[in-house]
């Protein structure tokens, strides 16, 4: 089964904008971690918060993580064409075990 | 190598039959993990191995699946008497440590099993 569940399923924007995507999960976590996949294949990491953390920054990325809400947010500033891809977030419920949403699939238009 | 290597790319096969996928992880990488991702759905945990052992192997559905890694380098997901059901991407991933620290798992780009 898996814990956690992206928010939309689906999103379109314009080139330039920004996107934001949710993710909401059931169980006590680890951390929580954010991968991109391109064309259904390999998974790329892109940032990994922990339980302890509220906020992080990795370039044009930006995640939050409320415990509380048991709940995090992925933004992308300034979209650019190559984001287009799908978004997944994991929860890690233990150091190796990581649980995926079923994710979002972003579209950006030039 | 300089990434996680997954051989092959594509596997048709007929219901019934085995087949083997290999994983090549990153040199030095300890942990492994298989997982398997169907259409339209996140990747979903098979098994860990922490060296040459399984730590976790509390995702394989049934006992038609197995996986080694006899070296702790290179692993191979078996899977007996397919199933229609076994179609989906098979994917690979490998870090230095369990839970992969700050740089989380670098995964393979997978291999797309079909079986008809």
């Known amino acids: 089964s898996q814990q956690g569940e992206e928010d939309p399923q689906a999103l379109s924007i314009q080139e330039g904008e920004n996107a934001t995507m949710n993710c909401s999960y059931k169980?006590?976590?680890?951390?929580l971690q954010w991968y991109r996949q391109n064309s259904g294949r390999g998974l790329v990491h892109l940032i990994l918060?922990?339980?302890?953390?509220r906020e992080k920054h990795s370039g044009r990325l930006r995640v939050t993580l409320d415990t509380s809400k048991k709940s995090s947010s992925l933004l992308i500033t300034a979209s650019r064409a190559a984001d287009t891809a799908s978004y997944f977030c994991?929860?890690?419920?233990?150091?190796?075990?990581?649980?995926f949403g079923a994710g979002t699939t972003v579209t950006v238009r030039a | 190598g300089a990434g996680v290597s997954q051989t092959p790319s594509n596997k048709v096969t007929e219901k019934g039959k085995y087949v083997e996928l290999r994983c090549d992880p990153i040199?030095?990488?300890?942990?492994l993990y298989w997982y398997r991702q169907s259409l339209g759905q996140g990747p979903e945990f098979l098994i860990y191995?922490?060296?040459?052992?399984?730590?976790?192997d509390s995702g394989l559905p049934n006992d038609r699946f197995f996986a080694v890694r006899p070296e702790g380098s290179v692993s191979t997901l078996k899977i007996q008497r397919t199933e229609r059901g076994d179609s989906a991407v098979y994917l690979c991933?490998?870090?230095?440590?369990?839970?992969?620290?700050?740089?989380?798992?670098?995964f393979g780009s997978g291999t797309r099993l079909t079986v008809v």
């Open positions: 918060i922990r339980s302890n953390e």
């Open positions: 040199s030095g990488h300890t942990a």
């Open positions: 169980t006590s976590i680890n951390n």
């Open positions: 191995f922490q060296g040459t052992g399984a730590a976790d």
């Open positions: 994991a929860t890690g419920e233990n150091d190796y075990k990581l649980s």
């Open positions: 991933a490998s870090s230095l440590a369990a839970g992969g620290g700050g740089d989380g798992y670098t």
